[in-house]
């Protein structure tokens, strides 16, 4: 079973429209975040929900809405989607421990046309 | 402005021999360092830490020195294998309640047999 799973895995879409991508993860942890990797490579945090909580939202454009119903999910759902959207967004999950290793999920590459 | 930088985009390394991947940082609000592996089409996966009140830490493999006055830390891999072939990942974790971590570029490593 794949500790932390992001779907779908490719999300091909035109300008203007709204798309999600979900998170899972069976790890028990506490703590999710969506992570950005944009052209350049550069992992950028996005938000982090601790136990269903709000704890980063960095400075992203409110198109972007994250959505955890509960502490195993944490989705994120895009409005009005622009050509530079596009990029690889990685789900992860951490547990409160003294290094704060991360678990990602595979990625979701997702292209803006 | 990057506060974590990984300044060398890629190394190439024989099979056997020591790989050393550098990483330097401007902050000193940083209390944890982490490396993290990234094979093509996956999330990255946690590799090794170091806590700034430690300047080293092995296992296995790997080993992570940590130098606080010079804001500078490297990865050592002896002896590199192929299969250690991916980029990899410095990212340094902000003291404090959200403990975001700042990520470097990655360094692509190639180990040819």
């Known amino acids: 079973d794949t500790a932390v799973s992001q779907t779908p895995k490719y999300l091909v879409t035109q300008m203007g429209n709204d798309k999600s991508i979900k998170c899972e993860q069976n790890l028990g942890h506490d703590t999710m975040y969506w992570y950005k990797q944009d052209s350049k490579k550069f992992l950028k945090i996005m938000f982090s929900?601790?136990?269903?909580?709000?704890?980063i939202n960095e400075t992203v454009p409110n198109r972007f809405s994250p959505k955890s119903p509960d502490k195993a999910h944490l989705n994120l759902h895009i409005n009005s989607l622009e050509l530079g959207d596009s990029a690889v967004y990685f789900c992860?999950?951490?547990?409160?421990?003294?290094?704060?290793?991360?678990?990602f999920g595979e990625g979701s590459r997702l292209t803006v046309l | 402005d990057q506060q974590v930088k990984q300044n060398s985009p890629s190394l190439s390394v024989q099979e056997g021999r020591i790989s050393i991947l550098n990483c330097d940082y401007t902050?000193?609000?940083?209390?944890?360092f982490l490396w993290y592996k990234k094979y093509p089409a996956e999330g990255p996966t946690f590799l090794i830490s170091?806590?700034?009140i430690k300047d080293k830490n092995e296992d296995g493999r790997f080993t992570v020195f940590l130098n606080k006055s010079a804001k500078h830390l490297s990865l050592h891999i002896v002896p590199s294998q192929p299969g250690d072939s991916a980029v990899y990942f410095c990212?340094?974790?902000?003291?404090?309640?959200?403990?975001?971590?700042?990520w470097g570029l990655g360094t692509s490593l190639a180990v040819n047999p």
């Open positions: 992860a999950s951490s547990q409160d421990t003294l290094t704060g290793e991360l678990f």
């Open positions: 929900y601790n136990n269903k909580e709000l704890i």
């Open positions: 170091i806590s700034s």
């Open positions: 902050n000193s609000m940083f209390d944890y």
């Open positions: 990212a340094a974790r902000f003291a404090g309640n959200n403990r975001k971590l700042i």
